[in-house]
């Protein structure tokens, strides 16, 4: 069964930097590709980030320069340091592989941002 556990979210002030946590288990994770998606309130999940199982990487415009996504396949944990945050980066972020299992969301951590 696959679960995957984020951590690491907060309140935090405009300007502020957070490091995102996911633990994978249940799910063959060195080959896969891994993201991070977010849910702000009223609005649809988005993918912010991703990365390969070679490390390659691709982050969502709006930021770019801002966060970045990593991943340790011994630890079988997937990470988004996020920086330079400001309120609109506000909500709910969740791992998935990419493209997104459907039954293998978590519950996902909140991160608000404080003006």
């Known amino acids: 069964q696959v679960q995957l556990v984020e951590s690491g979210g907060g309140l935090v002030q405009a300007g502020g930097s957070l490091r995102l946590s996911c633990a994978a288990s249940?799910?063959?994770?060195?080959?896969?590709?891994f993201g991070w998606y977010r849910q702000a309130p009223g609005k649809q999940r988005e993918l912010v980030a991703l990365i390969d199982s070679g490390g390659g990487t691709q982050i969502l415009d709006s930021v770019k320069g801002r966060f970045a996504i990593s991943r340790d396949n011994t630890k079988k944990m997937v990470y988004l340091q996020m920086s330079s945050l400001n309120p609109s980066d506000t909500a709910v972020y969740y791992c998935?592989?990419?493209?997104?299992?459907?039954?293998?969301w978590g519950q996902g951590t909140q991160v608000t941002v404080s003006s």
């Open positions: 998935n592989r990419y493209p997104y299992l459907q039954n293998a």
């Open positions: 249940g799910i063959s994770f060195s080959g896969m590709t």
